[in-house]
Structures are given as structure tokens and as C-alpha cells.
């Protein structure tokens, strides 16, 4: 029989061939490092037959599928593991999870991180055996007598969900099988390096009224050093914390009073205004005009605009007037309203409609965290209302300003295309050309990009970008998402060429995305330390006498005059302490001055890593000082 290859390629095989032959044929090495195989788009195990016409793909550890699988055989290792250990335990799930794993496990007795070295050595002497790991079926009712041998009700009530007459897939690894759709590796030895990193509670099936089961964490990697890698930035994580960060420099506070609600403080505020002065200035070079909308608006509208259909368990609801109300969860629904105001022609198209909307959504206590996750923040808004024919060219001017916002910042990204959910709204015809016109625009672009299969939102497809910070994780910000579904619920319109009346196409989109999450995502990039533009103040001025106390006054006032941001520390304190404060403060620029700087009119400079630069005249250093904050100078 032939099949094809991921290039093209045919490939001879014999019948009944399975994908591990075939990566044999192709190769030793490839035969080497495969772990898993896609025919026609599945991943599969590689033991999996192969048949006439099949289109194979061969996958490595180097590939991000390849890392799930090695990472779910672990988590079967773990598994076996702890029915050893603990022979009583009932295994729930156990699957994988960015940079790991988990498994929900019913233990008589509780467990603690102490147990994790006698769990660990178990799972090394599984890997050890090399046991290979192999897949078997049983039809739906034998799947349940089979598992009720064992006790395993958790494993019993997940088959009993499935459909009648489905087989269910099992893997079998030594004395030790696990319910499971695979794939997985060829054998356990082929595991390198994992550790078991946490403990903590989980519902079953996340439902707070059935019982807390235990859940175990670990990751694995494909070779030792990648994993110490892993850990080394996991540490460097700790350091760079934005809750602690936060505190320490004094930017925002969480309170109880308000759970899920940040409070800024004088220094976060600074903060957030540079960002939305910068949005700001962007984005009326771009062409766009800023409005901004009501915080609370009847059901009517969400009804209108399907999020109370289709995101009503996430928004805060009220009654005015003995009518339904929602605080707004999003910003578009207020931006339709505000283009039916007016009629249209093709002549104002395409309007671009930012809105710095602050929005609400009833996220779970469990999943708050300081600024990542948040119950109401600022999203950097925007709605472009076009032409079918505008579509191409309006997206690419929003991937130049969200490619320009990241770069300032530093961060490299990637991209994905996010397709239809199952949730979703609108006719085929309708995502299919939505989806289209998202590809063209990246492919007319050459912008690299992943497909995220039915990740879009529930209106329509959606680019997202993923940054990555200095320490190499990715976090997902910005997104750009066709929407050919509000316009007409909303029965939006604009006179054409021809006189006829036309529905206009909409883009949904930001750059930040939430304010306060990039905060966030800045206070860890940076450490702390920002650039001089981003910092809540620029310059401490330090001086070392009295005299020079009203020098320090003088330079302040300037540099404020100046739209900088400069204080004097004046307490009686030796300059020691006050240089120390200031380095603690991450203030980028320290000028210590004393009498012999006030008679020559110049200032000492310490800056911010580099320590003491010498000594400079004022004017010059306020030149410098401008630049940077002018020309918004990353370091």
C-alpha cells in the first residue's frame, strides 16, 4: 500500500504496516524520537495501523503534541504509582495541563508533599521495568463490569457518561490498566525527567457539591536540563511576582472589602495613565475616534447582542425601575448602539471606534489573582465598522498596531487563529467567510500562525497573540475577532455605491486587552524596574545638606515643568539610607546632590544597574532624561 507524508511524499509500505513501521522506513533516527503519529489529522498512538491512502505525520518531542503525549504517559505512571503506594486510592482523572500534568486521586487517609519522594521512587522503577504501554477495547457495558472489578467507581461513572455502544479505550502498562483515549508512548522507559511539584483540593468534575478529591501536579520534560530550566524560571517567577511587586511599590492593593477589585494607588495610576496616554496618542494617528458607553444597560440589549443567551452566568445582573439590568461585560454592544445613531454611507467607512471601557465579569473566588484575573478591569477597546470589501486591509492595519505596541515593549509573540465553537451563533456561510478573510489577511501579512480548532468566540473566528516575557512565558493579550453576526442582530446598515442598503462587517479588537492584566504582565517583564516613560517616578533627587535641600527643590520643580516625574527625598537621613530607599523604590535615575553641586549647578547621577555615572550638568542630564521619556526608550 501507499501512503502520503506530511511533504507530499509517497511512501511504500506493506499491508497492515502501523505508524512505527513507517517512521522505521523513513528513517532510524526518526523511528528513535517518534512518540506518537497523526494519520489524517488524528494523533495516534504508534502502534496504530496504517491503510491505502492514509496521510501520516511522524511526532517528536520537538513537536508540542509530542510533549502532551510523554506528559500523560506520566501522569499513567503516577497513576500506577499510587495504587502501589497507596493501594486503596481511587483514581479520577489525570490529564495534561500547560508545562504538566495533574491526577485527581480519593485517598482514605490525606497525603502531603512529604509522601511525593515515595511516590517519585515508585514512578522511577516503573520507568525503570520499561513496561510497554498498550491499548486495548472493550464494548460500553463490559468497560463497567471491567473497571467495577477494580473499585474504580470514578473510572465506572465516566463510562457510564459515554454513548451507548461506543468503545471504550483502555492502556495497559505492566500489572496496571487506566481508562484513557491515548495515545500515549510506546513503553515507559522512554520517560527522562519529572517531578511531582504540588498538592491541592479538587471537586470531582468541579462541582462544589460532590467530594473534594485530592489533585497531584507534575511535569515532565524531555531531558533533565530542560526541566532544571523550568525551575530556575518557576524561582525567577517568585522574585518578580506583581502581587508582591505591587505592594512593594506601592501600585495597587487588594482588599477584602473588594474581592476581585483592584484599588490603584498614586503610583499605579501613574502607571495606568502613561498606558493610556500612549493608547491614546496611538490611536489617533490610526484614524480613530474615541467614545465611551453606559456601565449598566437593560436586558433587552444583552438579549440583543446573545450574551445573556450565551454569557449570562458571567455578568452581574440588577433591577432599575423594576426592570431587568446587566452591568456590561463587554464594551460592543453600547458600540452598536452608538453607530445606529446616525445613518451611513460607504463614504464613512470604515469607522474605527475605540472605547477605554471599564467592565465587569463574575469571575470564581478560587480563580482570582491580583491583576492576572480580575472581576473588573479596562479593556483598550476598539470597533471597526467596514465594508465586506475593507475587511483584508483593516485587519492588517490592526496587527501593525498591536505588532507596534509589543515591540515598544519588547516582547516577541505568536499567533493563533481560533475557529468556531461549538457555542456559537450565525449560518456556515457566515464563519466560513469570516475565517477566510481572518487567513487571507495573515497570509497576505506572511505572519506565521497556529489554528486553535473552534477556540473563537461565540459571534465569530479570532487572531489572538501570545507575548512572551523576559523570562519566557507566554501570556495571551491582544486578539483581533471578525464578527459578521452583531451587525445584523443589531440590524446595522449603510447606504452603498448603488443607493441600496447594505449590512456593514465589524471588527472586534485589542491590544493590551485588559490595562490592568498588562500591568501585571509589565511589573513581572520588568521586574519591577520599568523604563524610564513606564516609571510612576523618574528621578529621586537626594540631596546631602540643608543648602542643598532647596537646590533638590528647585530641580524637582524643573524637572515636573518639564512633564517629567521627580520628588526629593528630604528627610534627615544620611545618604546612604536614602540611596538604598530609592534603589529598593526601582527608581531609574538618582541625583545626589551637595553644596559643591549647588555652586556648580550640576547634579551626581546614579542610574538605575549601572550605579554612579558621574557627575553632570543639570541641563545636559534633564536633556537625557526628556529623550528617554520622549522617544518612550525601552532601556
Wanted: some cysteine.
Amino acid at each position: 500500500m501507499k501512503i502520503f507524508l506530511k511533504n507530499g511524499d509517497e511512501l511504500p509500505l506493506k499491508d497492515g504496516a502501523t505508524a512505527k513501521d513507517a517512521s522505521k522506513a523513513i528513517s532510524e533516527g526518526l523511528a528513535r524520537a517518534a512518540v506518537a503519529a497523526k494519520i489524517n489529522g488524528r494523533l495516534v498512538d504508534l502502534s496504530t495501523p496504517l491503510a491505502e491512502g492514509d496521510r501520516l505525520e511522524i511526532v517528536t518531542l520537538k513537536d508540542k503534541e509530542g510533549l502532551d503525549v510523554y506528559r500523560h504517559t506520566c501522569a499513567h505512571v503516577l497513576a500506577q504509582a499510587l495504587k502501589t503506594v497507596f493501594p486503596t486510592c481511587k483514581l479520577a482523572i489525570g490529564p495534561v495541563i500547560e508545562n504538566g500534568f495533574y491526577y485527581d486521586v480519593d485517598f482514605k487517609t490525606p497525603i502531603t508533599m512529604e509522601d511525593f519522594s515515595k511516590i517519585e521512587a515508585e514512578m522511577k522503577k516503573i520507568v525503570k521495568a520499561d513496561f510497554p504501554v498498550e491499548r486495548f477495547t472493550l464494548p460500553k457495558e463490559d468497560a463497567i463490569v471491567f473497571m467495577s472489578k477494580f473499585h474504580e467507581n470514578y473510572k465506572v461513572e465516566l463510562i457510564q457518561d459515554l454513548p451507548d455502544g461506543e468503545e471504550i479505550s483502555f492502556y495497559k502498562q505492566g500489572s496496571f490498566t487506566d481508562l484513557c483515549r491515548g495515545p500515549h508512548l510506546p513503553s515507559t522507559g522512554k520517560l527522562k525527567a519529572f517531578k511531582l511539584v504540588s498538592i491541592a483540593g479538587a471537586y470531582w468534575r468541579g462541582d462544589e457539591k460532590k467530594k473534594m478529591l485530592t489533585r497531584i501536579y507534575g511535569t515532565a520534560f524531555a531531558k533533565k536540563e530542560e526541566m532544571d530550566e523550568y525551575f530556575q524560571m518557576l524561582e525567577e517567577a517568585k522574585k518578580r511576582d506583581h502581587v508582591k511587586l505591587g505592594k512593594e511599590m506601592k501600585l495597587f492593593a487588594l482588599m477584602n472589602e473588594g474581592k476581585g477589585f483592584p484599588f490603584f494607588l498614586p503610583n499605579g495610576m501613574v502607571l495606568k495613565n502613561v498606558l493610556v496616554d500612549y493608547w491614546r496618542q496611538l490611536h489617533r494617528r490610526e484614524g480613530y475616534v474615541e467614545v465611551q458607553t453606559p456601565m449598566i444597560m437593560t436586558r433587552s440589549l444583552w438579549e440583543n447582542s446573545g450574551h445573556w443567551e450565551h454569557y449570562k452566568d458571567n455578568m452581574y445582573t440588577t433591577k432599575i425601575d423594576g426592570e431587568d439590568c446587566a452591568v456590561k461585560p463587554m464594551n460592543c454592544p453600547g458600540g452598536m448602539l452608538v453607530y445606529k445613531l446616525a445613518p451611513h454611507s460607504y463614504k464613512d467607512l470604515p469607522i474605527r471606534m475605540g472605547e477605554l471601557g471599564l467592565v465587569h465579569r463574575h469571575e470564581k473566588s478560587g480563580q482570582l489573582h491580583g491583576l492576572m484575573r480580575v472581576r473588573c478591569f479596562t479593556q483598550d477597546d476598539a470597533h471597526i465598522f467596514m465594508t465586506p470589501e475593507q475587511i483584508t486591509e483593516e485587519i492588517k492595519g490592526v496587527v501593525k498596531i498591536i505588532n507596534e505596541v509589543y515591540t515598544l515593549f519588547g516582547f516577541k509573540y505568536h499567533v493563533e487563529l481560533s475557529t468556531r465553537p461549538e457555542d456559537s451563533m450565525g449560518s456556515d456561510e457566515d464563519w466560513e467567510r469570516a475565517t477566510g478573510a481572518l487567513k487571507a489577511a495573515l497570509d497576505e501579512l506572511r505572519l506565521p500562525y497556529v489554528v486553535n480548532e473552534g477556540d473563537g468566540a461565540f459571534y465569530g473566528p479570532k487572531i489572538d497573540f501570545h507575548l512572551e516575557d523576559s523570562i519566557k512565558r507566554t501570556w495571551q493579550c491582544g486578539t483581533i475577532q471578525l464578527d459578521f453576526q452583531m451587525p445584523q442582530r443589531f440590524d446595522l446598515e449603510y447606504t452603498g455605491e448603488d443607493g441600496q442598503k447594505h449590512r456593514p462587517i465589524m471588527i472586534h479588537r485589542v491590544a493590551f486587552g485588559s490595562i490592568e492584566r498588562f500591568i501585571g504582565i509589565l511589573i513581572e517583564h520588568y521586574a519591577g524596574k520599568f523604563p524610564v516613560w513606564l516609571a510612576p517616578e523618574q528621578v529621586k533627587v537626594l540631596p546631602v545638606t540643608d543648602r542643598a535641600a532647596e537646590y533638590a527643590k528647585e530641580l524637582v520643580k524643573t524637572m515636573n515643568g518639564m512633564g517629567l516625574r521627580a520628588s526629593a527625598d528630604l528627610r534627615k537621613e544620611k545618604i546612604g539610607k536614602k540611596i538604598l530607599d530609592a534603589e529598593m523604590e526601582k527608581v531609574p535615575y538618582k541625583l545626589i546632590v551637595g553644596d559643591k553641586e549647588v555652586e556648580e549647578n550640576t547634579v551626581s547621577v546614579r542610574k538605575r544597574g549601572e550605579g554612579d555615572i558621574g557627575a553632570m550638568d543639570k541641563d545636559n542630564f534633564f536633556a537625557l532624561l526628556k529623550k528617554e521619556n520622549d522617544e518612550k526608550i525601552i532601556f
